[in-house]
């Protein structure tokens, strides 16, 4: 009977460990799943946002090396900066891109508070040095991309999409969100998930404990009852 009672007991708790490894790994990714969808839609937002602001007629006029002055540069760079800067806002980054002769240039980008006051900012026409094959062949196959991406600026997840002027021009204008924010959003979540679930085991266990509690009694006197009901047979026999 020991022997029987503790299994059952063990493979209770390895049900319920389990039940709650799966429940949690379900959880984890349906919750993963809606993060990146939220930050994919607050990348595409940031990337018609930066088209609303900076106006189709810059895009028109931005196209060669010396078609915006510093001046007009300087200004797209503090009107993009004040839209990633804001506190709400989870863009770290808003920029716009043509290639020329198999290179890319930055036609226009934002920059964070620290690179405003160090000067240290991307100006109109600054070779993108680090251009990945997926961001080279946004300009050929014309379709969207995310990416994951590291580079001089920081580690990335981006949105990179690609549009045409009606002249003809092609551009690209893309946004960054930090993946340590992602991570952190995560790791959160993880927590979250994990908290709740030994929440859960802990009232489970608690409640299977009471139950088994109270079996236990049932089983010993419906025992003792039987014994008495021997007895009294056994009596009567002799």
């Not at 090396?65 to 993009?80: C, F, G």
């Not at 995560?186 to 009232?203: E, K, P, Y």
């Amino acid at each position: 009977n020991y022997y029987i009672k503790n299994s059952i007991a063990f493979t209770f708790a390895l049900v319920l460990l389990l039940g709650s490894i799966i429940n949690s790994y379900i959880h984890y990714n349906l919750d993963k799943k809606a993060l990146y969808g939220h930050v994919d839609k607050t990348l595409s937002n940031a990337v018609q946002s930066t088209k609303l602001l900076l106006g189709e007629s810059f895009f028109q006029q931005a196209t060669t090396k010396n078609s915006i002055s510093e001046q007009k540069d300087y200004k797209n760079t503090l009107m993009l900066s004040e839209y990633t800067n804001d506190n709400n806002n989870e863009i770290e980054y808003v920029y716009t891109m043509i290639q020329n002769q198999n290179n890319i240039y930055f036609t226009s980008s934002s920059a964070t508070q620290a690179e405003l006051q160090s000067k240290e900012i991307t100006q109109y026409y600054d070779k993108y040095a680090q251009s990945t094959d997926a961001l080279n062949n946004i300009f050929t196959n014309k379709r969207t991309i995310y990416e994951e991406a590291t580079d001089k600026w920081g580690a990335f997840r981006s949105v990179l999409i690609p549009f045409t002027t009606k002249s003809g021009d092609n551009y690209i204008v893309g946004a960054d969100i930090k993946i340590d924010n992602i991570k952190a959003s995560l790791h959160q979540t993880l927590r979250d998930i994990i908290f709740s679930q030994l929440m859960v085991l802990i009232i489970l266990i608690i409640t299977a404990f009471f139950f088994i509690k109270i079996s236990k009694k049932e089983i010993h006197d419906i025992v003792v009852l039987q014994k008495k009901l021997n007895e009294e047979i056994d009596t009567k026999t002799e």
